[in-house]
Structures are given as structure tokens and as C-alpha cells.
């Protein structure tokens, strides 16, 4: 059998430790806190992240746990419909549900460790790795210890998120001037939120609290909150109401981050003389922006297609045609959606030009003549 570690135990590593042949691979798991509540928020899954989930057992409960979706949608600050792009077959699940699903899924022949991983060669070795899987997102260990010049970099956007109870009817995303918000139903009746925008701008004030968001990391639950609060009544009163009625505790104010791109996911790390096969899948291979809401979908396909490849070597054969495999099946795909994911980032935030973008998006989406572009469009998340 071939011994397979996965550092990290997010989407990427249990999708993976559950898609893998417990008769041909010994399979180890180590993530520092598995014990972690994971943030709220919502993810879509597309068709072939549920393909994804299907492989690794875990559709049933995905969809069990989550609300079916159609469609995009993108307005403008009046409620004009920009854009609407279809996503037939997805659903949209929470990040708790998603990895409660995977965990489930996980064989009870899996080895699943708590440990803080610094120096991944060492844990190679005392796991005796014959394949060892950087599933540790975007600031991976594996990756740096293996690739020295690929830290992660800065994007320049903050992204405040959080769910709300205040119910809003599906999912639409808002553009506004140089920040978008999004606005999503939830399969238990909430609403999850974000308003995203650039670091390096002033944010809206709100009761005297006007600050830089380059100093986000200092606010602290209340002050998160009342910049999001005032960030989103540009959007209007429903953003506003459904943003004002989130536990300021729950507010998440993170910065993007994205992984430069790799000519390789797959190399050799080397332990006392050897070489050590090691391969990266998820965030650690393809940290992307969130504009396209395909990072988590990404990463469970990332794990398929690592597990069919090692499911199908032999008992004692060699790894390395399986990982090249995978490397050509999923590493020019996932850029494309790098990039991708970074062009609507830049679009959807532009400082000028915001009324020939959204004429320019109107004429490609082609809206339907039943389509009313002057009143709120029905949205469904994707």
C-alpha cells in the first residue's frame, strides 16, 4: 500500500482522504485544529464540484443540507439587473454542512492528526510518506518547503462577511462604484453577507468611525461592524437592514490573498538524502480571488482527480505517471480560473466607467424580454 499524508483538514485534504482506496493507500491526515469552528459563511457547488462530492461520498449530505440553485445574479445600486448567469444543478451549502459532509465521509481507516505542521520533511518521516499532499491552503507549508519563492501574495481588497438572520428571497451580488456586497439566502433561513473592496481606499463612515481599512487587523468586533453597516447602506436599506441585524461577533474581516503562479504541483522534498514525492491540491495549489465562487469547487475537484489518479496505480507501482496525470488534468484548468477570477475582481470594482461596464455586461447576458432591468430581479446565489 502506498502511505499517503495530507497535511490539512479543510475541503481539499477530507475530499481527498475520503475519495482514496483504503485497500491501496494507508492514509494519514494531520491539521492543527480540527476542533475549529469553521466561519458561516455560504458556498456554491457547482455541477462538477457535486460530481466531486459524489466520487467522495458526501453529495447526499450536501444536498440534504442545502438550497438548489439556478442562477446568478448581478445588479446595480438600484436594483438593475446587470447580468445573470446560469448555474444549473447547484446548490448552496454552508461551510459547516460542506465539511461535516466530508468528515462523514472519511473512512475510519484514516489516521487523523493534531499538529501544528512546520517542518513538513520531519512529518514525512515519521509518517514514512511514500506521497506527501499540501491540502494547507493558501499559505501552505508544503508548498513553501518545497517551492522557497511562491508565498503567498496581497491582493489589496478586504473582504468583511458574516450571516445575518434577517431573511433575504435568493442571492444577488451588488456593484457599486469601487465595492460590491452580496446578499444570499441560506437553506436555514439566513442571510449570508459580504462587502468586499479595496484596501488602499477610505471606507464609508459611520457614527465618527471612519477608518482606513488598512488598519482592519486593529478594529475590533464593533468597529467591523459598524464600517460594514456603513459600507453597505451604499448598496441600500436592504443591504443595510440585513448587515445591521449580524451579531457583531460574527463579523470576519479578512484580506485576499492569492498563490502566484506554479509551473509545477508536483516535485520532490527532500529528507536526509531522499526524495520525497509531495503534490499540492485546494488553496495551497490555486488560491484564487472569490469573485467567481469556484475556490472551494476548485479544491474538491482538485481531490478527485488526485484520487482516481492514485486509486488506479497498482499495489507497489510508481506515482509518479499518476501525479503527472493529475498535474495535466487539473493545473491549466484551475489557472484559467485564476485568472478569471481575477479579471471580475477588477471589473466589478472599477473607480470609473461603472455605466459603459454595465451596458457593455447587459448586451452580452442578453436578458430575457420578460426581464424587468428597473425593478429587483428575482437572485439566486451560485
Do not use: K
Not at 502506498?2 to 475519495?19: E, F, K, Q
Not at 464593533?222 to 449580524?246: D, K, L
Not at 514525492?277 to 478527485?304: F, K, T
Amino acid at each position: 500500500m502506498h502511505r499517503v499524508t495530507i497535511v490539512g483538514g479543510g475541503i481539499a485534504g477530507l475530499a481527498l482522504a475520503a475519495t482514496l482506496d483504503p485497500q491501496r493507500c494507508e492514509v494519514t491526515v494531520v491539521e492543527a485544529r480540527p476542533d475549529r469552528p469553521p466561519a458561516g459563511t455560504t458556498l456554491g457547488m457547482w455541477p462538477a464540484a457535486m460530481g466531486a462530492l459524489e466520487t467522495a461520498g458526501a453529495a447526499d449530505a450536501v444536498r440534504h443540507h442545502g438550497l438548489p440553485v439556478d442562477n446568478l445574479t448581478v445588479q446595480d445600486v438600484d436594483r438593475r439587473l446587470i447580468a445573470r448567469t446560469p448555474a444549473p444543478e447547484g446548490v448552496l451549502v454552508s461551510r459547516p454542512d460542506l465539511l461535516a459532509a466530508l468528515r462523514s465521509a472519511v473512512p475510519g481507516s484514516v489516521t487523523q492528526l493534531t499538529r501544528t505542521v512546520t517542518d513538513p520533511a520531519t512529518l514525512a518521516h515519521e509518517t514514512r510518506a511514500d506521497l506527501l499532499v499540501g491540502a494547507d491552503g493558501v499559505h501552505s507549508v508544503v508548498r513553501r518547503a518545497v517551492w522557497p519563492e511562491t508565498g503567498a501574495r496581497r491582493v489589496g481588497y478586504l473582504a468583511l462577511r458574516g450571516i445575518s438572520p434577517e431573511p433575504v428571497a435568493g442571492m444577488t451580488e451588488l456593484w457599486h462604484e469601487s465595492r460590491i456586497c452580496g446578499l444570499s439566502a441560506t437553506a436555514d433561513g439566513q442571510t449570508n453577507w459580504y462587502v468586499c473592496g479595496r484596501l488602499s481606499e477610505p471606507w464609508p463612515t459611520h457614527e465618527g468611525l471612519g477608518r482606513s481599512a488598512e488598519t482592519f487587523a486593529t478594529w475590533d468586533d464593533a468597529q467591523a461592524h459598524a464600517v460594514a453597516v456603513a459600507a453597505a447602506r451604499r448598496f441600500g436599506p436592504e443591504a443595510g437592514a440585513v448587515i445591521s441585524a449580524t451579531n457583531p461577533a460574527g463579523v470576519l474581516r479578512q484580506e485576499i490573498w492569492v498563490v502566484p503562479r506554479l509551473r509545477s504541483w508536483r516535485g520532490d522534498l527532500s529528507l536526509r538524502g531522499l526524495e520525497v514525492p509531495s503534490v499540492l491540491v485546494g488553496d495551497a495549489a490555486h488560491a484564487m480571488c472569490p469573485n467567481l465562487g469556484r475556490g472551494a469547487c476548485e479544491s474538491l475537484v482538485d481531490a478527485a482527480a488526485l484520487g482516481r489518479e492514485l486509486n488506479a496505480v497498482p499495489v507497489g507501482g510508481s506515482l509518479d505517471e499518476a501525479l503527472d496525470s493529475y498535474q495535466r488534468r487539473r493545473r491549466s484548468a484551475a489557472r484559467r480560473v485564476q485568472v478569471a477570477s481575477r479579471v471580475v475582481l477588477s471589473l466589478s470594482t472599477l473607480r470609473r466607467g461603472q455605466g459603459l461596464r454595465n451596458a457593455a455586461l447587459r448586451a452580452v447576458s442578453r436578458p430575457s424580454p420578460t426581464d424587468d432591468t428597473s425593478q429587483p430581479a428575482t437572485p439566486v446565489s451560485p
